[in-house]
């Protein structure tokens, strides 16, 4: 049974980092492209960032300088290192393992 578990949502300042983690199992892990995606209310779900088997990795423009992505293939883990955070990047995360999703991890980027 594949399952992607998301943790490290919640409410944050803007200007404020958080770090999002996914946990991968019943997947060959290491073969996967990781992805996370977000979407926020009214609004399609978008990819945000991808990291590919090799570490290569690409990202939304409206992130570029600011999210991080990275993977630990031992672990089965991915992380989304988020820094700078605007009010716009309040969404629902989701991690993406075609064709599986997790459930998805709020992040809310509020004063």
């Known amino acids: 049974q594949v399952q992607l578990v998301e943790s490290g949502g919640g409410l944050v300042q803007p200007g404020g980092s958080l770090r999002l983690s996914c946990a991968a199992s019943?997947?060959?892990?290491?073969?996967?492209?990781m992805a996370w995606y977000r979407q926020a209310p009214g609004k399609e779900r978008e990819l945000v960032a991808r990291?590919?088997?090799?570490?290569?990795?690409n990202y939304a423009d409206s992130v570029k300088g600011r999210f991080t992505i990275s993977r630990d293939n031992a672990k089965k883990m991915v992380y989304l290192q988020m820094n700078s955070l605007k009010p716009e990047d309040t969404a629902v995360y989701y991690c993406?393992?075609?064709?599986?999703w997790g459930q998805g991890t709020q992040v809310t980027v509020s004063s």
């Open positions: 019943g997947i060959i892990f290491e073969v996967y492209a």
């Open positions: 990291i590919i088997r090799s570490g290569t990795t």
């Open positions: 993406f393992a075609s064709p599986f």
